[in-house]
């Protein structure tokens, strides 16, 4: 046994390679496979029909059948169930059943006659988003200091709710440090303090699948101190203290949850770890979190809810062991471990199991390798039947996880289920065994271009399939050898791929498909492209405000390729300001503000690549102009509500100050403390000259006023708030706009509306009462009544007939007025008819016209769209031409009754049918009819070719045209000489019959150029010519063989003769790297030079040379600038044959100028500089000892040992130091930067909080926000410095410490 496992093993590793996942072509036949299906734990909404998918593909297409809680589900026998067509989706219309009727187990299953697969099972619960339970909350009164809890305990739902507290006004009641939100939903506090006493503690709880939210009653909670609640209760018990009169004692944490000193908690592998320590204390204790047995996976880790709750996401093994939380205050410490051991439901240790396609005879592998903790069994089923209870197969072998297949044999095609399964889950994995014998197809389509930058990697896709699995290979232009080696990459899916593409990479590639059953090629196209760049960079601008300022960007990018210039300010979008002008090359910014300051950064897109700049604009303040100062107003006072009604109210103010400037308005806002507390909103505006507005209001608001002046310097700070003004609630004013109706499907109509806001409501109570009707005369209305909704479905109703709708607001007060009436249609099907009388006619080789007639509307059911007529190409009607079944469609909007279709192959039968389509899709199609396009013109012959030539005569070879388009009826053949001067001569013709492919034309010029025309005719006329150009051999015995050309003809060394020059013009250019020499040559001759020397050399200098075989340029490098040179062409043959030179060419290399040394990299400077330095070292070492041994009284010395010579300024005259000036320290080095306010910032690698003034004590709040105010530590630390570095340089302060001594 042990044997046979080793074997197993082995066979493998051998056939690893054969297990990768092919996809079949849909046209091949296959087993069924599972494409879409619904989730193992399938929640619904139960408003909705329930609709559980299963999709499948398969040749040929599967059929499908559903099990229910185990056994079999007959769709037939319920009326409310439908499965949808070519598919095995399940639709449960729960309009006239309960959805909990469906809350079971389901299992899909596709099957065909070559296997059947199965699907997950599908478990149908629906959501559910139950009521709070009616309960009476009593107030809490609690003693200030003490913790709290605050239950919430949601009703159960599925799945469970999002927690979250508010108050009466819909605002979440602030969390802290001290009160947090616990993973149960519970409220706590460690402490509690007197702002803490409100009555509206409210829990909520959203239900996310019905998106609903549910309420608890609100908690009414009263903080009071020890004095409070002693005088409160001391009535009921003859004035005496329950409590003593000191406040709550201070006191160290302890743990409200979890409890105890351990606790335990498992989780499953991929799943999000989540534990709470929530303590209480006073002072408010700290909490923080450890692994006691390694660490916190840091990228994966996260602390929530003020470090209560720890989180860590992806769980893996690595996760399970000991942690610690830690509570702490300056009274004590409390810890509190928690296990956590890790589960695992099964997971794929190397993929599910692929599907097998193999050819009779081949061996395969089926691998379902899976883990889980713990470990899981594994359990195999062929076509959903257990394999134990399958039919024997001898070449299928089970070893435990892996089914090994040897000699597999056509009909053994089967599908295979592999299910792993553990207490905490299960994978099922369908694989299918496919055994087809197929020759190879190449799936990457023809002739696709590929475009990569220079120096990018290149990847060249060659998608296959085959059985047996064909092998790729690869070969570029001429096919000379594979490509296998440096710099090729070949991969196992086919793919060539180049690490680092260059220009002569490009080039078209072709992949070629084996396997023993054939072979099949395909052409592809590479194209490397020069990559993008930015050649002058916008640079940094330092503009005074008020001007303009312009960034630069010039970009180089591959000329095939279309660019795309984007501007970027601070990494967003560029304002949306006219002052800002994009040109092609530049950003133009007029009339700078300080608000234009940034970053300003210039990206270059192409398709394939960018490139992107950045500079900073730095805004300076202008000289200022004397002026009158001008501010914006002070904000109004005395706000005043007066002539209050029912909808209107006049508010009168008194203006601020002016600030030299009119005010030119006021703006009135209103704040609705009712239904958008916080939010102000503009109502009205009034002229500068006015005091008071009369306010049109609207009813059941909270209504609470301001204003703000504005003159011609901005708009003043806002006015205090009027006090508060309530409107009486009303009956709705208007109605919901936006009213349309549509359908879903076939058998519903959505009606849709925009709702009213709070403010547009007038009362409590909004609801809705939607009407509908048939667009018929009598019809009644139908009316159903909705709230907190924006539609309304009906369902039931006939397919695409005409609706007219309603909806009206209503409120506890009324209803709004009579609403207009909308129109709208029920929900679309698909046509059940196809268009008549469909006729094609033929215009020419290349066009037909289809004509049909309209299908009538009643047949249509939807909005017509348009038709589409489907056409392709059945086969040429030449006996040569394979068949062509590649379907095209052409679709023709609107309501038409013909359409034309271009681009048609000549010679050829067509075959087409035509549809119509509305908006849910397309009708039937009508009967395929057929017609035949006539002959066109045929393309060039497929190749042409020069054999045997002679002295006069020659043979011309080639191949009749890929394209025929017709019957070939004959051949013309054209040609004339060519000279050495590229001018063409007389032009001869033949006419040559279509069964000929060769012709020998004797009478030919000896060594003549030649060029040849060949093209093909059929009945409608000549195609186009293919050309070639050839050389007859040379007179006296001259041998040479000639072969096609595309540039210039075969080149042999003549024996004795010495005709003309073989060189035609000879030309030059200076580039960067040299001269460029060009020329063009049709001698025979193999080894061509280039030769050169300088013009007016002395002597006999010899001339230098360079080979050139092959090429018809050459770069010439190290040519001396200033200077002429002579050039020539030298073709040579062998040693007894004559040399052939072009004549002389006289290049001029323009001189250079010298370029500018940098005399601060020279090494000779940069050593007399430190000559220098220490030169003036030593001087400044001498005047120090001179001038401590020139004092002469003790008070010299005295000023000597109090004074600093480091910090005062040396004067050049003496060698002695003089007065310290404070300003010369604050005096910015020459070339840096000052900023506008004077100041000079310290180097970037000094930077921190502590010296910019900002002390060290500065905290930062929860949310990250800076809360910290501005620490004395740094002022005392500057006046510490300003101590040290004033007293001791200043000759006064020296006095001054002088006289002390004295």
């Known amino acids: 046994m042990e044997r046979r496992r080793m074997d197993a093993a082995l066979l493998v590793l051998l056939l690893g390679h054969l297990a990768a996942a092919l996809e079949v072509p849909l046209d091949l036949p296959q087993p069924p496979t599972i494409t879409h299906q619904s989730p193992k734990d399938y929640i619904i909404d139960p408003r909705e029909n329930i609709i559980i998918h299963c999709e499948a593909k398969g040749k040929p297409h599967p059929s499908f059948s559903w099990t229910r809680n185990g056994t079999h589900f007959d769709i037939d026998d319920d009326p409310n169930v439908s499965m949808r067509p070519h598919s095995g989706t399940l639709v449960v219309d729960i309009s006239r059943a309960k959805a909990e009727q469906y809350e079971c187990v389901y299992q899909c299953t596709a099957r065909n006659k070559h296997g059947t697969a199965v699907s997950n099972n599908i478990v149908v619960q629906q959501s559910r988003s139950p009521l709070w339970s009616k309960e009476k909350i009593k107030p809490i009164v609690v003693q200030e200091g003490v913790s709290l809890v605050l239950p919430c305990r949601p009703p159960a739902g599925l799945p469970p709710p999002i927690i979250f507290w508010m108050d009466n006004y819909f605002q979440r009641l602030p969390q802290s440090n001290r ?45 009071l101190s020890l004095d409070a609640i002693n005088d409160t209760m001391a009535a009921f018990y003859n004035d005496t203290d329950l409590f003593s009169d000191d406040p709550a004692d201070e006191r160290k944490p302890t743990f409200l949850v979890p409890s105890g000193p351990s606790s335990s908690k498992t989780v499953l592998r991929g799943q999000v770890l989540e534990m709470e320590c929530i303590a209480e204390g006073l002072p408010t204790p700290d909490v923080s979190w450890t692994k006691l047995s390694g660490e916190l996976p840091a990228k994966r880790t996260y602390f929530l809810h003020y470090q209560r709750t720890l989180r860590i996401v992806n769980v893996s093994e690595s996760d399970a062991g000991d942690y610690r939380c830690t509570a702490r205050n300056k009274l004590g410490t409390v810890h509190h471990n928690i296990h956590v051991m890790v589960k695992a439901a099964p997971y794929w240790i190397s993929g599910a199991p692929r599907n097998l396609v193999l050819a009779p005879g081949e061996n395969g592998v089926l691998t379902c390798r899976a883990s889980g903790t713990p470990k899981p069994s594994i359990t195999w089923a062929m076509n959903g039947i257990p394999i134990e209870n399958s039919p024997k197969d001898l070449s299928r072998t089970v070893e435990d996880d892996t089914i090994i297949f040897t000699d597999v044999q056509t009909g053994s095609s089967a599908v295979y289920q592999c299910n792993v399964s553990n207490p905490y889950g299960y994978l099922l994995s369908n694989a299918f065994v496919n055994v087809l014998s197929e020759p190879p197809r190449v799936l990457t389509p023809a002739n696709k271009v590929y475009q990569v930058i220079k120096n990018h990697r290149a990847l060249i896709d060659c998608a296959s399939f085959g059985s047996p699995i064909p092998k790729i290979t690869w070969f570029k232009d001429s096919r000379s050898s594979t490509l296998d080696g440096d710099p090729y990459i070949l991969h196992d899916n086919g793919t060539l791929e180049i690490h680092t593409a260059q220009a002569h990479n490009s080039g078209k590639y072709t992949c070629v498909a084996r396997n023993s059953l054939g072979k099949e090629e395909n052409h592809i196209q590479l194209e490397v492209k020069e990559p993008t760049r930015i050649l002058k960079q916008p640079e940094y601008k330092e503009v005074q405000r008020g001007r303009s300022a312009v960034f630069q960007c010039k970009v180089k990018h591959d000329p095939s390729l279309i660019p795309t210039m984007t501007w970027l300010k601070d990494d967003g979008e560029l304002p949306d300001d006219e002052r800002l002008i994009v040109d092609s090359d530049s950003l133009t910014i007029s009339e700078v503000t300080e608000n234009d300051a940034g970053v300003y950064t210039c990206i270059m897109n192409t398709t394939l690549d960018h490139d992107s700049a950045s500079a900073e604009l730095t805004v300076v303040e202008a000289t200022p102009t004397p002026a009158v100062v001008s501010e914006r107003p002070d904000p109004p006072t005395d706000l005043e509500l007066t002539d209050q009604k029912k909808r209107s109210v006049q508010l009168t103010w008194t203006p601020g100050d002016e600030h030299n400037s009119p005010i030119q308005k006021f703006l009135i806002q209103y704040e609705d ?41 901005d708009f003043s700070r806002p006015s205090l708030s009027s006090r508060m003004f309530k409107t009486e609630p009303a009956a709705p004013d208007e109605n919901p706009s936006g009213v349309q109706g549509f359908g879903t499907e076939h058998d519903n109509l959505v009606i849709s509306w925009k709702p009213l806001s709070g403010l547009q409501s007038n009362g409590p109570g909004l609801h809705y009462r939607v009407m509908w009707r048939k667009k018929a005369v009598n019809s009644e209305w ?117 359409g034309k279709l271009p681009g048609l192959h ?12 509305n908006g849910k899709g397309e009708g039937p199609p009508s009967p395929t009819q057929e017609f035949e396009t006539p ?40 040609y004339q000489p060519v000279n050495n001067s590229n001018e063409l001569g007389p032009v001869e013709e033949v006419a040559l019959p279509a069964n000929e492919t060769s012709v020998t034309l004797s009478n030919l010029r000896h060594s ?68 460029l020499i060009s020329w063009e040559y049709w001698g025979p001759e193999k080894n061509v030079y280039v030769e050169y020397k300088l013009e007016n050399s002395e002597g006999e200098e010899e001339w230098q040379k360079e080979l050139v075989n092959g090429s018809q340029n050459v770069v010439l490098k190290g040519l001396k600038g200033g200077l002429s040179y002579k050039v020539r062409l030298v073709a040579k043959g062998h040693h007894d044959q004559p040399l052939h030179l072009s004549r002389e060419l006289l290049v001029r290399v323009p001189a250079v100028a010298s370029r500018q040394v940098d005399i601060a990299t020279q090494g000779w400077f940069i050593g007399l500089m430190c000559a220098i330095a220490l030169l003036i070292l030593i001087l400044l070492i001498i005047c120090f000892i001179q001038r401590n041994k020139g004092g002469k009284y003790p008070v010299k010395e005295k000023e000597d040992a109090h004074t600093d010579p480091e910090f005062q300024p040396m004067k050049d005259d003496d060698c002695t130091f003089g007065e310290y000036s404070d300003n010369e320290d604050h005096k910015p080095l020459k070339g840096s930067r000052t900023p506008s306010n004077g100041t000079v910032k310290r180097d970037d690698s000094d930077d921190s909080l502590v010296d910019y ?12 926000s800076f809360i910290g105010q501005y620490s004395g530590k740094s002022v005392s630390r500057e006046t510490a410095e300003g101590h040290e570095s004033s007293e001791a340089p200043s000759p006064i302060n020296a006095m001054n410490s002088l006289n002390s001594f004295v």
Request: charged share 15%.
């Open 782 to 898: 139908i009316t159903a009544t909705v709230a907190n909704t924006s539609k309304f479905v009906v369902t039931g109703t006939p397919t695409f007939v005409p609706y007219e709708l309603k909806v009206r607001a209503v409120n506890d007060h009324g209803a709004a007025p009579e609403p207009a009436i909308a129109h709208g249609f029920s929900g679309e099907d698909l046509p059940v008819a196809a268009p008549d009388n469909v006729q094609p006619m033929v215009l020419n080789s290349t066009l037909a016209e289809v004509h049909w007639d309209p299908v009538p509307s009643k047949l249509i059911r939807g909005h017509l769209k348009g038709y589409k007529v489907y056409y392709w190409r059945e086969r040429s009607l030449h006996k040569h031409n394979p068949h062509h079944v590649e379907k095209q469609i052409l679709t023709f909007s609107g309501n038409h009754s013909h």
């Open 906 to 917: 000549p010679f050829s039968l067509y075959s087409f049918n035509v549809r119509i389509y």
């Open 673 to 713: 403390s009712l239904h958008h507390r916080g939010h102000w909103h503009n109502l009205t505006e009034v002229a500068g000259t006015k005091t008071t507005a009369h306010l049109k209001l609207s009813p059941y608001a909270h209504y609470t006023f301001r204003v703000l002046a504005l003159n011609g310097v």
């Open 179 to 223: 009160v947090s939100q616990s993973l149960n939903g519970d409220l706590y506090f460690s402490n509690v303090l007197r702002e803490d006493s409100r009555s509206d503690y409210i829990c909520y709880a959203r239900f996310p699948y019905t998106q609903t939210i549910q309420q608890k009653q609100p908690i009414s909670v009263r903080v």
């Open 1253 to 1264: 003034g900002e002390g060290g004590d500065g905290q930062f709040n929860e949310d990250g």
């Open 935 to 974: 002959e066109g013109v045929p393309g060039a012959p497929t190749s042409l070719l020069v054999t045997n030539t002679d002295l006069d005569s020659l043979t011309l070879e080639w191949s009749p045209p890929h394209v025929r388009n017709g019957r070939i009826t004959g051949y013309t053949l054209k």
């Open 1008 to 1075: 003549t150029r030649y060029k040849f025309y060949l093209n093909a005719k059929t009945v409608r006329g000549a195609g186009p010519a293919i050309s070639q150009e050839t050389v007859t051999i040379m007179d006296e015995g001259s041998i040479q063989t000639s072969h096609p050309i595309a540039r210039s003809p075969p080149r042999h060394p003549p024996n004795n003769a010495l005709p003309a020059s073989p060189f035609g013009s000879v030309n030059s250019s200076m580039g960067e790297d040299g001269a």
